[in-house]
Each structure stands twice: as C-alpha cells, then as structure tokens.
C-alpha cells in the first residue's frame, strides 16, 4: 500500500482523518497513484489535477522521500520507500493567500 | 410559513442564518466548507431542502456540494465543467485573443420545476445545466455562439453572474455576464440573442455596441418577467419588453454605480440598489451606507438609513449579496464585504446586523420555509 498524506482541505473533503493508503499495481508513479487515489475518493477528481488535462494544479506540489517530484513525468517511477510503505507520497498547497 | 432560511456565501465559507417569521432572533451555523470561497448557495423552489452550494478555491478548483436537509449535510457532487466542443478565445484585457478557460461557478440556479435540474453560471463565461441534481454538467453552447470570440472580461473576470427563469415561459432565460452584456434565449438555451439595446457606456469604443456592457447584476418580479431592472457599472436601467429595449431609471440616486438590485416580494414596482461612490472607489457615498428604495420602478429614490452606519463606513455590497424573501412585510438582506448580513424585516424601513464579522460576503439568498 503506498501513504498519501493530503493537505487539510483535501481530508476534510474526502473525510478522512491523517493520511491514506491506497493500493497501487507496479511500481507507483504520480499518475497511478493519483488514479488510485480518485477511484477510492471520487470527489477528489479535479482538485489535484485539471479534469481532462490531467495536469497538476498550479498551486499544489508533490513530494516523496523529501524530494520535489512536481515537474518529473506523471509516468516516472517514485522512490522505493514509497513503493513500500515507509515513505509517504505527499500533495502540499503552496503557501500563499490571504 | 414556518421561517426563513438565509444562505450565505463569503469569502471563508458558508453560513446559514435561520428565524421564525418574526425575523428578530437568528441561529447562525457555519462555517461551513471553512476556508473556501463560497460564491454563491441557492436552495431548490420546489423542494427547499434541496440547496446547492460552489465551493472553490485557487488550490484546489471548483467543487459542487448538494444538500438535501437544508444545510445541515453536504455531499460534494459533480465539478467537471467542460465546454462544448473547442471554445476557441474571447479577448483578454488588451484586446489579444485569449483562450477559454474554465475557472469557477459564480452562480446556481436550480430549476422552477425539477430540484434535480439546476444551472450553473461560470467563468469564463457560460452557461451549463444539471439534470441530475449537479452529478454531471454540460454546456448550453449557443450562448457562446453569440459573438463570445468578442467577449471581454471586467475586472472581476469574465464571469456569468445572474440567471433569471422566467416562470411564465419555461424556455426563457435571461443571463448577464461581466462585461459582455445581457442576453437571453426563447428556446430553453439552445439559441440566444444580446439584450443590450438602450444601453450606453462611455467606457467602451462604441457606447452603443450591442455587446461589450458591464451588466452588473438584472432582476425582475415572478409574477412579471417582462420587466427587468438592471444596475449596471454605472446607471440603473430598466425594459418593460423583456430586454429588448431598455431606459435609464437611475433619477434622484447619489451615485448610478453599484452592484446588486432586487424586487420587493409583493410590490413588483418596489426596487432596492445599494450605490457605491465610483467604479474605483467601491464603498457607500459620504461613508454612509444606505439601500435606496423606488417605489415606482425607478426614476425617484428614498434613502433607506435606518439602522445602518451612517457615518465611517466603507464597506461594498457585492452583485449577488441581496436577497428578499416573501413574508408579509416582505423581508430585505444584503450582506457586505465588511462581514456584516443586514436584514429588514419592514421592506427597508428599519435595518438590523443579524449576524456581524463574518468573512467579506460574496452572496446572500433567502429561502421562505
């Protein structure tokens, strides 16, 4: 199972408490893993990528093993801690607003 | 008449402010949906419980949330808002082609008839409709097909503010949208047509264009959806023909530039605006913030004071931030980008903060339980 750790928004919207575990097939890149993480949360589709681009919003990051991974390929393989369970994959709001 | 229901959006969250018919004590409950903007909540006519909040955020986009127990739980339901085909550009600020990009739900409106059929106002501008209590959208894209590659946003972006259902004619809608005009279709949105003749804004190439106006806000009364009110950037303006010809009625008032404007429940020539100093200076004239009220649809205006700040206030109403609701005196709310909601439980004779210190107040909408 791969952790995902969301930002407060997200949990309150999905209701769930602390971080996620969803079941990844493979190797967990960025997009299987968000896949994984909208099937089981459905109401997350479009609040972490763009409906039909896929895209990843603007104002969200995502890390794994305290690493930015944002900009490598949605198809890249993420770190083995985080295939196995020991590191979580983390989506981070930019900190700006008011 | 059980009570009234007072749904507010603000820039934080939502509020839902409750009364008996009395209109003098209120529950407050919220926040809900804290820390999002909260643009606009309408509850269903035919089945009150039924309301429909849009949620949004620069983080995370638009969500839709549905009620179905007046407000007390939320489900979110469906967000993805795709237009039509390729939308090709509108014009940015400068005039340059500018892609159409979807951007968030300004306004709901659910439908006279079905409280599964719902609209949905957006920016960039369009319209799109549920029919299955807000799971999925799709576009109605014959508004867009009328000249929307010349559209052009106002300040506050290129947003679809104000869905009117005309409830004599099932396939009419009156839209308005920020800054392209008023529009309206005849049959149930699959084609529409500009509304903007009698219009004039000296801010634009041709002050008469046929599109290119600054509608702030338009309203009319159930029982005569003929006749429609309009504040627009600046003048207060009225048609008597559904739109097809509009008349100036800004008459006695101390500024013509405001936001929203509604309709007295009962007395369908009984008219409120609420007029901010100038299109760069958002706040009442003089720091005094008054309703000003027509009784005869415009053209001569009583200011509204009573119980309101008169004096040090600078506070903006914003368009879709005033409500009615039908008891007998008709009730008149409006909140303000100040956290104040003021209601009037007499048409706006008397006012009163029912609830203060809020986030700034983007809507206000009253639902008579």
């Known amino acids: ?98 | 008449m059980s009570g009234v229901r007072v749904l507010v959006g603000t820039r934080k969250g939502a509020f839902i402010l409750t009364s008996d018919g009395h209109r003098q004590k209120w529950d407050v409950s919220g926040p809900h949906f804290g820390g999002w903007e909260i643009y606009h909540m309408k509850g269903s006519p035919v089945d009150p419980n039924r309301i429909y909040a849009s949620q949004s955020s620069s983080w995370f986009g638009q969500v839709i949330q549905r009620s179905s127990d007046g407000g007390k739980t939320w489900e979110p339901v469906g967000n993805q808002f795709a237009y039509e085909g390729d939308p090709g550009t509108h014009q940015w600020y400068d005039g340059t082609p500018h892609p159409w990009e979807f951007k968030r739900v300004w306004h709901l409106e659910p439908s006279l008839t079905d409280a599964d059929e719902v609209y949905a106002g957006v920016e960039d501008a369009a319209i799109f409709r549920s029919r299955d209590g807000g799971q999925s959208w799709q576009e109605l894209p014959g508004l867009r097909a009328c000249q929307g590659p010349k559209w052009q946003p106002g300040a506050g972006g290129m947003c679809l503010h104000t869905i009117l259902l005309d409830p004599q004619n099932p396939l009419r809608i009156f839209i308005a949208i920020s800054a392209a005009g008023a529009f309206r279709t005849d049959d149930g949105g699959l084609t529409w047509r500009p509304i903007n003749q009698g219009l004039r804004s000296e801010y634009i190439p041709d002050p008469n264009a046929e599109i290119g106006h600054c509608v702030h806000r338009i309203a009319f009364h159930p029982s005569r959806p003929d006749v429609l009110f309009m504040q627009k950037h600046w003048d207060v303006m009225r048609s008597d023909n559904a739109g097809d010809l509009w008349r100036e009625v800004s008459g006695n008032l101390p500024s013509d530039f405001g936001f929203p404007i509604d309709v007295h429940a009962h007395e369908p020539e009984t008219i409120y605006v609420v007029p901010i100093k100038s299109d760069s200076e958002h706040y009442p004239p003089e720091g005094k913030l008054r309703v000003y009220r027509s009784r005869t649809g415009g053209g001569e205006w009583e200011a509204l004071t009573n119980g309101l700040p008169q004096q040090d206030c600078y506070v903006n109403v914003l368009r879709d931030a005033m409500a009615v609701d039908r008891c007998d005196p008709c009730g008149v709310y409006f909140g303000t980008t100040g956290g104040q909601v003021y209601a009037s439980p007499d048409g706006g004779d008397t006012w009163s903060a029912i609830v203060r210190d809020l986030p700034a107040v983007t809507s206000v909408e009253v639902q008579t339980l």
Do not use: K
């Open chain 1, 1 to 98: 199972m791969v952790r995902v750790i969301l930002p407060l928004h997200l949990r309150t919207l999905a209701r769930v408490d602390g971080e996620v575990e969803v079941a990844v097939e493979g190797a967990p890149t960025q997009r299987t893993i968000l896949d994984a993480l909208e099937a089981r949360y459905p109401m997350l589709r479009g609040t972490i990528r763009e409906h039909g681009t896929q895209q990843r919003r603007a104002f969200l990051r995502f890390f794994a093993c305290n690493e930015d991974v944002s900009h490598q390929s949605p198809d890249e393989p993420l770190p083995s801690p985080v295939a196995a369970g020991v590191e979580p994959f983390m989506v981070v709001g930019a900190i700006s607003g008011g």
